[in-house]
């Protein structure tokens, strides 16, 4: 702007303006890629006129040019040869063509567009689509701030022109200003350099003589000089802060009065803003002017009304607008002016004051200067208001000064703590300034009442004080460096404690970072010199969580603290800080010693177990209603301590036997302990008046709750049998064992709620009950439990004891003598089966260990059982089971029919063993089978060859018994006694029906019995049968078969086993013989004859005989000359066969 017009540098100087100005920095400087950042030079009030004076002094230095190109412009050929005169006055080379002014024209009508152009400063534009007169090339150059200078607009020889007339006139001047009239001229050589100071005094004389200097005014110092004796002075020092802190704070208070304003005038000009315009409904008549058609002349315009609403502006909320913005800008006027100078002196004295007082405190730590620092410090603190904290020049200088003079002064003072946070709780806005200089660790004695504080002064509204001021406990330091009394830290623990409470179970979000704190503080005093806290903590913990007045986070900070939070934790993979772990002297992992966990279980037992019947709500509703939220962490908590007892006393027991009484004591203590910690949790307990209502473990609705515990617990004793079950003897009693019997004893009343029990059924399954060996005390209890408990327990016990395997529980029945103890396991297995059968739900039950057990049935010892017990079980069967039974195709059906007959002695090899009462047991199944099939023949649920096919099985298993007894006759007597239960099912039947089955009978004997294994049915049928007629035909069928030609059995049989075995009733004895006439069973007929001779060898017998002979004679013959002598061949030759005798 200040370099003349035709100065021959002037393009060089817009050349690195337009360099600066339109510089691209790029992106790394926040700008877009192709912006530019001139614009930014001139962005404030002050500096924006200059662009349009650039813009001006541009246009100027155009028309400059291109009037100087007009002035000298070169003449044209015709004006005809120079002449001498005009070519002695020619135009010197240094001056400007007028080439170069016109140059210089389009030069600054360039850098003009180039001034204008908004485009370039938001690098939007594509510079070579540019027009021609932006000059693209040049553009793109400056653009890439190329520095290479615009010679071609330079006139160089005018340059060098002046150079020399600037060198020549300054030789002229140094000439001539030495040249002095007289004779000292040309005495002295000004030339030569000893002439030096001649030279310069000769100049020196040319001037005038020099005035002397100005008057002196005094100036008033624009700051005060800090009074060395305020220093040392607490009452001079503090009148000198306030009067300079008044100040300050009264413009602080101007400045948030405008700024209040502002925001005033701001809100109203919003609200006015949209009444400024409405609608209103206006009405417009427009004429449509008619030109006519067709000749025919238009009657007039035609007159349109058209109705609409139209914008209408309010004048008078215009002008309120008017006044409103004008008020703003005088607002933001006065905003924009710089502050008093009254202002800036208060801040640099008290600056300044400051400072000198830091800076002889350095040089003189006493006690005094100490004292003024620390008033200093709490005025500055006083004159703090939301004024000078809205302020922001005001906020920083009181931030600035107070930090300084607490650094200096307060901070780490044993004196300052108490004062300090009480003017810190008083105002609470303080606390941000004020809080970092809060050191109470530096006053040991008064850490305890400090906190209580804090904690007292704990709410919802003032969180963020709080926790500002918990930073500022270090707790470790203070432990470690002051090495506080049990007392003490005793008050500490239980004023966190109340800070938990305080807080609340369901925590505010603002609260949630001091709560953090206080969790950090209680861990750590927890740990700290361990266990001296230990019993406290536990008792404020448990008394707290049972009103649910903590967090379950401080459940979790606890559990780390103790090491048992999880693996992780315990391994102590976590990073503590230098001072923290400074203060601990135990490491997590062996925080709680053997002793101490026993004493946890013992003490937390003794407490859940008296909570329980504390109230009335635990008694209704259990310890799951308020202990809910902390489960998760409690199971964790009871989990680590059973696991550190069980493997402690595992581990002391190395060197025992197995099998030791030691082993078997510590088993059942652990059994007991474990059992007693979950019994308050999961257990139904009875109130000390016998009268009430028991009190149940949960409500139907805490089962997913309750479930946890049960699992636990489940898990508990699943460790106890793992790290026992090698301890221990094959038949001693194990975890599992123990549990169950336990679960006997509690679980199983009468009125026990389903959704206990479901709960307890569905987590002790998953138990490895496989490996469990039941007793007879385990048998008794569950047969007490299918007597009087709820189905759901028996259905449990049952499933658990069919997982069990019972070939290894009875291995020792395969003994030579086996123990009383295995006998009566076998017997209550058998029992336990038919118990269960029944069951569907065990059943059908996937991959059911009923089914695999019952499947077994063929490898076990059953010949133990003895008669009295398979009585009972077939008189369980008889009334629990139904007659279908026999008939059923179900597996558990078939297989338990298959049991009772294994048990009972049918088909089954004794390996050696006798079979204790296999006949009587037998007898006591076939009796219960024919029992069966009667009812179902007599219900008409069985059809008749369904009822034959039965029949057919019995008597087939009963000819393929083999009795236990060596006595022929006695094994006689066996087989008779089961033909003749088995032949009682033709007592039983209707008409119809035995006489089919009396055929099938006859035509089973024919197939199946030959020789000397017809006499016990021959026998037995003489026994059972109530009808006569069947008697004869099976009697008949009995002995023909005997003599039956096919069997090799038959050869060289003669008639007395026959006689022997025939029995006729004496009572129907004539009924009998008259219907073996006929029906022809002359076999009979002749073995009754035989035994009669046999009777009594006399003359008078045998003619009774013959005369009985000639009776039936009598009858016979006619009806068998009827038949042409058929009918008898075959008796007679069996007859003749059989006893070629004299009787004959």
């Known amino acids: 702007l200040a370099t003349p017009e035709d100065h021959p540098l002037l393009p060089l100087i817009w050349q690195k303006f337009f360099l600066l100005y339109l510089h691209r920095p790029g992106p790394q400087y926040g700008l877009p890629i192709d912006g530019c950042i001139g614009k930014r030079f001139f962005q404030s009030p002050a500096h924006l006129s200059l662009l349009n004076d650039l813009k001006q002094r541009l246009i100027e230095a155009a028309d400059f040019h291109h009037a100087a190109s007009k002035a000298l412009r070169p003449k044209s050929p015709e004006e005809g040869s120079e002449s001498a005169a005009e070519k002695g006055c020619r135009k010197p080379d240094y001056l400007t063509s007028p080439e170069l002014h016109q140059e210089l024209v389009r030069l600054f009508n360039v850098c003009i567009l180039w001034l204008d152009e908004e485009s370039f400063q938001k690098g939007d534009t594509y510079i070579p689509s540019l027009p021609k007169q932006y000059d693209a090339h040049r553009l793109a150059k400056i653009m890439q701030n190329q520095q290479d200078l615009w010679m071609e607009f330079v006139n160089v020889e005018r340059i060098q022109h002046e150079f020399e007339e600037a060198i020549n006139f300054w030789l002229q001047v140094r000439v001539e200003s030495h040249v002095a009239p007289g004779t000292l001229s040309a005495q002295i050589d000004f030339t030569d350099p000893l002439w030096a100071k001649e030279r310069i005094i000769s100049s020196l004389q040319k001037y005038d003589a020099p005035q002397p200097s100005l008057p002196l005014q005094p100036m008033k110092v624009p700051v005060p000089v800090v009074n060395p004796s305020s220093l040392v002075n607490q009452n001079e020092a503090k009148e000198l802060v306030r009067a300079n802190l008044s100040v300050l704070q009264h413009h602080a208070k101007t400045a948030a009065?405008?700024?209040?304003?502002?925001?005033?005038?701001?809100?109203?000009?919003?609200?006015?803003?949209?009444?400024?315009?409405?609608?209103?409904?206006?009405?417009?008549?427009?004429?449509?002017?008619?030109?006519?058609?067709?000749?025919?002349?238009?009657?007039?315009?035609?007159?349109?009304?058209?109705?609409?609403?139209?914008?209408?502006?309010?004048?008078?909320?215009?002008?309120?607008?008017?006044?409103?913005?004008?008020?703003?800008?005088?607002?933001?006027?006065?905003?924009?002016?710089?502050?008093?100078?009254?202002?800036?002196?208060?801040?640099?004295?008290?600056?300044?004051?400051?400072?000198?007082?830091?800076?002889?405190?350095?040089?003189?730590?006493?006690?005094?200067?100490?004292?003024?620092?620390?008033?200093?410090?709490?005025?500055?603190?006083?004159?703090?208001?939301?004024?000078?904290?809205?302020?922001?020049?005001?906020?920083?200088?009181?931030?600035?000064?107070?930090?300084?003079?607490?650094?200096?002064?307060?901070?780490?003072?044993?004196?300052?703590?108490?004062?300090?946070?009480?003017?810190?709780?008083?105002?609470?806005?303080?606390?941000?300034?004020?809080?970092?200089?809060?050191?109470?660790?530096?006053?040991?004695?008064?850490?305890?009442?400090?906190?209580?504080?804090?904690?007292?002064?704990?709410?919802?509204?003032?969180?963020?004080?709080?926790?500002?001021?918990?930073?500022?406990?270090?707790?470790?330091?203070?432990?470690?460096?002051?090495?506080?009394?049990?007392?003490?830290?005793?008050?500490?623990?239980?004023?966190?404690?109340?800070?938990?409470?305080?807080?609340?179970?369901?925590?505010?979000?603002?609260?949630?970072?001091?709560?953090?704190?206080?969790?950090?503080?209680?861990?750590?005093?927890?740990?700290?010199?361990?266990?001296?806290?230990?019993?406290?903590?536990?008792?404020?913990?448990?008394?707290?969580?049972?009103?649910?007045?903590?967090?379950?986070?401080?459940?979790?900070?606890?559990?780390?603290?103790?090491?048992?939070?999880?693996?992780?934790?315990?391994?102590?993979?976590?990073?503590?800080?230098?001072?923290?772990?400074?203060?601990?002297?135990?490491?997590?992992?062996?925080?709680?010693?053997?002793?101490?966990?026993?004493?946890?279980?013992?003490?937390?037992?003794?407490?859940?177990?008296?909570?329980?019947?504390?109230?009335?709500?635990?008694?209704?509703?259990?310890?799951?209603?308020?202990?809910?939220?902390?489960?998760?962490?409690?199971?964790?908590?009871?989990?680590?301590?059973?696991?550190?007892?069980?493997?402690?006393?595992?581990?002391?027991?190395?060197?025992?036997?197995?099998?030791?009484?030691?082993?078997?004591?510590?088993?059942?203590?652990?059994?007991?302990?474990?059992?007693?910690?979950?019994?308050?949790?999961?257990?139904?307990?009875?109130?000390?008046?016998?009268?009430?209502?028991?009190?149940?473990?949960?409500?139907?609705?805490?089962?997913?709750?309750?479930?946890?515990?049960?699992?636990?617990?489940?898990?508990?004793?699943?460790?106890?049998?793992?790290?026992?079950?090698?301890?221990?003897?094959?038949?001693?009693?194990?975890?599992?064992?123990?549990?169950?019997?336990?679960?006997?004893?509690?679980?199983?009343?009468?009125?026990?709620?389903?959704?206990?029990?479901?709960?307890?059924?569905?987590?002790?399954?998953?138990?490895?009950?496989?490996?469990?060996?039941?007793?007879?005390q385990l048998m008794e209890e569950f047969f007490k439990v299918e007597r009087g408990s709820p189905k759901s327990c028996f259905l449990f016990l049952g499933s658990v004891l069919c997982e069990v395997n019972w070939v290894s529980v009875l291995s020792n029945a395969w003994h030579p003598d086996p123990p009383p103890e295995t006998h009566n396991m076998i017997m209550c297995l058998l029992y336990m089966a038919v118990l269960l059968a029944k069951e569907q739900q065990l059943v059908t039950k996937e991959e059911s260990p009923l089914l695999n057990l019952l499947g077994q049935t063929s490898s076990l010892p059953w010949q133990l059982i003895g008669i009295l017990s398979y009585q009972n079980i077939i008189s369980y069967l008889n009334s629990h089971y139904p007659p279908s039974i026999i008939l059923a195709k179900e597996p558990a059906a078939e297989l338990i029919v298959r049991l009772l007959k294994a048990s009972a002695g049918f088909g089954a090899s004794s390996n050696g063993h006798v079979h204790l009462d296999a006949t009587l047991k037998c007898r006591a199944y076939v009796r219960q089978t024919v029992h069966f099939l009667s009812i179902l023949e007599q219900n008409g649920k069985i059809s008749l060859s369904d009822l034959e096919q039965e029949m057919c099985k019995l008597l087939d298993d009963i000819i393929i018994f083999n009795p236990p007894d060596t006595d022929v006759q006695a094994r006689h007597l066996a087989l008779s006694s089961l033909f003749t239960e088995a032949l009682m099912m033709l007592n039983n039947a209707s008409v119809s029906t035995a006489e089919s089955l009396r055929i099938a009978l006859r035509g089973w004997i024919g197939a199946t019995v030959h020789g000397l294994g017809v006499m016990p049915l021959l026998t037995a049928a003489c026994q059972s049968l109530a009808s006569v007629r069947h008697m004869a035909e099976t009697t008949e069928a009995c002995v023909t078969a005997y003599f039956n030609e096919d069997s090799p059995l038959s050869q060289g049989l003669g008639w007395g086993p026959i006689v022997a075995a025939l029995q006729v009733p004496e009572l129907t004895a004539e009924d009998f013989l008259q219907e073996c006439l006929s029906l022809g069973s002359y076999l009979t007929l002749y073995v009754f004859t035989l035994q009669r001779l046999n009777a009594e060898q006399t003359l008078a017998n045998e003619m009774k005989v013959l005369l009985t002979l000639s009776k039936w004679l009598e009858e016979v013959y006619p009806r068998y000359q009827r038949l042409g002598g058929r009918g008898v061949s075959t008796e007679a030759r069996i007859v003749w066969a059989g006893e070629p005798s004299s009787v004959v």
Not at 289 to 316: D, H, M, W
Not at 327 to 336: D, P, W
Not at 425 to 441: A, G
Request: with cysteine; aromatic share 10%.
């Open 257 to 776: 009065i405008r700024e209040s304003q502002h925001v005033a005038f701001n809100s109203e000009i919003l609200d006015t803003l949209p009444k400024l315009y409405s609608n209103r409904e206006e009405q417009v008549v427009l004429h449509l002017e008619c030109r006519g058609s067709s000749g025919k002349p238009c009657q007039g315009a035609a007159l349109v009304t058209i109705q609409f609403e139209g914008k209408y502006k309010n004048e008078a909320i215009a002008q309120q607008l008017h006044a409103l913005k004008k008020e703003v800008k005088l607002l933001q006027a006065e905003a924009t002016k710089p502050p008093s100078l009254g202002v800036v002196e208060a801040a640099v004295h008290l600056e300044n004051f400051i400072t000198a007082l830091i800076n002889l405190y350095k040089l003189q730590p006493v006690p005094g200067i100490h004292r003024v620092g620390v008033s200093l410090f709490f005025a500055m603190a006083g004159f703090v208001s939301d004024e000078t904290q809205r302020h922001p020049p005001t906020r920083q200088f009181f931030s600035s000064c107070i930090e300084v003079l607490g650094q200096v002064f307060v901070a780490g003072t044993k004196s300052e703590c108490r004062p300090l946070l009480r003017t810190i709780l008083k105002n609470r806005r303080l606390c941000t300034l004020l809080s970092p200089y809060f050191t109470p660790v530096a006053s040991p004695e008064e850490f305890v009442d400090l906190y209580e504080q804090v904690v007292s002064f704990l709410g919802d509204e003032n969180s963020d004080v709080v926790f500002m001021l918990l930073t500022k406990f270090d707790l470790p330091q203070w432990l470690h460096t002051s090495k506080p009394p049990l007392s003490d830290r005793t008050r500490l623990l239980e004023a966190i404690h109340l800070a938990l409470k305080t807080c609340r179970f369901e925590l505010e979000e603002d609260v949630s970072m001091p709560y953090n704190l206080f969790c950090k503080h209680w861990a750590c005093l927890l740990r700290y010199q361990f266990p001296d806290h230990y019993s406290t903590f536990l008792r404020l913990l448990m008394q707290s969580s049972s009103d649910q007045l903590l967090r379950p986070d401080c459940w979790k900070a606890s559990l780390k603290a103790l090491g048992c939070s999880r693996t992780a934790a315990r391994r102590g993979s976590g990073k503590e800080e230098a001072s923290e772990k400074a203060a601990l002297q135990t490491s997590t992992e062996t925080l709680l010693s053997t002793e101490q966990v026993v004493e946890t279980i013992e003490w937390l037992s003794n407490y859940f177990f008296k909570l329980r019947l504390s109230s009335r709500d635990f008694q209704t509703f259990g310890l799951f209603s308020k202990w809910a939220p902390y489960i998760g962490h409690v199971k964790r908590f009871m989990e680590y301590l059973v696991n550190r007892l069980i493997d402690s006393e595992a581990s002391s027991l190395a060197q025992e036997p197995v099998g030791s009484d030691g082993v078997l004591a510590v088993l059942q203590s652990l059994h007991s302990v474990v059992s007693q910690l979950f019994t308050p949790w999961i257990l139904v307990l009875q109130q000390e008046e016998s009268s009430k209502q028991p009190c149940y473990p949960w409500l139907e609705s805490d089962t997913p709750v309750a479930s946890q515990m049960v699992q636990l617990y489940a898990d508990s004793i699943g460790v106890l049998h793992e790290s026992f079950k090698d301890k221990l003897l094959p038949s001693q009693q194990g975890a599992l064992s123990l549990h169950l019997m336990h679960y006997c004893r509690t679980c199983t009343a009468p009125r026990m709620p389903e959704h206990i029990l479901y709960t307890l059924h569905t987590e002790y399954g998953r138990l490895p009950w496989k490996e469990m060996r039941p007793d007879q």
